[in-house]
């Protein structure tokens, strides 16, 4: 699992380096993409800044042409972000290549063999954040 994580955010850190991003953009961004028209409000909790700074954050996101910030049709003062970019084209796709690879690699194995990693996997991290 060590080795997992590792290689993980090394390759986590190569894409942020290719597409000049800083951690917490990157963080921001997939949010956004998993969560398609999230209030600010919705980034800054799930990342725990402030709300002055997810706002820098979502306009260096806006300048990037990465996100875009939409407008409620119900309330004027509250904006949805969305995010505009395709991770599955490149450059952006880098961000998950690392995990899509994960992915096929455990598609490819024996069913019987991935359901006892996956039971494995299960019970270590259950018992990892176990609280004391």
Not at 17 to 42: C, I, Q, T, W
Not at 57 to 82: M, P, S, W
Not at 110 to 122: K, T
Request: aromatic fraction near 4%; charged fraction near 30%; avoid cysteine.
């Amino acid at each position: 699992m060590l080795a997992y994580g590792e290689a993980r955010r090394t390759a986590v850190a190569e894409a942020r380096r290719e597409l000049s991003l800083n951690e917490l953009d990157a963080r921001a961004l997939l949010f956004v993409v998993d969560n398609p028209g999230a209030r600010p409000s919705d980034v800054r909790d799930h990342l725990g800044i402030t709300s002055a700074g997810v706002t820098t954050l979502i306009d260096r996101l806006v300048q990037r042409g990465a996100v875009r910030r939409d407008l409620d049709t119900e309330d004027r003062r509250v904006n949805h972000i969305t995010a505009i970019i395709d991770l599955d084209a490149y450059p952006w796709s880098l961000l998950r290549a690392f995990d899509r690879s994960i992915e096929r690699a455990i598609a490819a194995l024996d069913p019987d063999e991935s359901a006892r990693v996956a039971h494995i996997l299960e019970r270590v991290v259950a018992e990892a954040t176990r609280a004391d």
